[in-house]
């Protein structure tokens, strides 16, 4: 039984989303978009309860697509978890989204969670539907969410030489979000 089974909503408004027309940030130009959009509306079941993005709002939060055999995802999984423990009591949150089917796969990546004592929160499931409202070509995939609700940033590929880079931009994030709240 899987103990966290991902659900993707988009409402009719989020249709037109720019997640589709693939304006994101290429390992040359790793930077946060000067015009921010609304993140897709996202919910997910964890223990029989629908969690809503507005438990986030306030927050940066960074959504990693992996799969356990990705060799690019498994390799970067451990950097950002270290980036989480750090940032995390700042407003900063690491949600890993599993992108593997079937069980047996499914069971894979648990395994291997465990082995690497991740501590941000992952939720496995549904990979056809992201594929289809999110249009994720390749992984690793990166989204980055303002604590406005907008997407800041958007990549492909591991974060493994460009590590530095992207932590100076979620504290940039973390700092605009303390700005705003006094």
């Given at each position: 039984?899987?103990?966290?089974?991902?659900?993707?909503?988009?409402?009719?408004?989020?249709?037109?989303?720019?997640?589709?027309?693939?304006?994101?940030?290429?390992?040359?130009?790793?930077?946060?978009?000067?015009?921010?959009?609304?993140?897709?509306?996202?919910?997910?079941?964890?223990?029989?309860?629908?969690?809503?993005?507005?438990?986030?709002?306030?927050?940066?939060?960074?959504?990693?697509?992996?799969?356990?055999?990705?060799?690019?995802?498994?390799?970067?999984?451990?950097?950002?978890?270290?980036?989480?423990?750090?940032?995390?009591?700042?407003?900063?949150?690491?949600?890993?989204?599993?992108?593997?089917?079937?069980?047996?796969?499914?069971?894979?990546?648990?395994?291997?969670l465990g082995k690497l004592n991740i501590s941000a929160e992952t939720l496995f499931g549904?990979?056809?539907?992201?594929?289809?409202?999110?249009?994720?070509?390749?992984?690793?995939?990166?989204?980055?969410?303002?604590?406005?609700?907008?997407?800041?940033?958007?990549?492909y590929g591991d974060i493994i030489h460009r590590h530095k880079k992207i932590k100076a931009?979620?504290?940039?994030?973390?700092?605009?979000?303390?700005?705003?709240?006094?």
């Amino acid at each position: 039984m899987i103990g966290l089974a991902f659900l993707l909503y988009f409402n009719s408004e989020d249709q037109a989303n720019p997640y589709n027309s693939k304006a994101y940030s290429t390992s040359q130009d790793l930077s946060l978009f000067k015009s921010r959009t609304a993140a897709p509306a996202v919910y997910w079941q964890q223990n029989h309860r629908t969690v809503s993005p507005k438990k986030y709002l306030h927050h940066v939060l960074y959504f990693n697509f992996w799969a356990h055999w990705c060799p690019p995802c498994v390799k970067e999984m451990p950097l950002l978890n270290s980036i989480y423990k750090d940032l995390g009591p700042k407003g900063f949150d690491l949600i890993f989204v599993d992108m593997d089917e079937g069980d047996d796969n499914v069971s894979e990546a648990k395994k291997f969670l465990g082995k690497l004592n991740i501590s941000a929160e992952t939720l496995f499931g549904q990979k056809d539907q992201f594929l289809k409202k999110i249009n994720i070509q390749m992984l690793p995939y990166h989204m980055i969410i303002d604590s406005k609700g907008r997407v800041a940033a958007e990549f492909y590929g591991d974060i493994i030489h460009r590590h530095k880079k992207i932590k100076a931009m979620l504290t940039k994030l973390l700092a605009e979000a303390q700005a705003s709240s006094d």
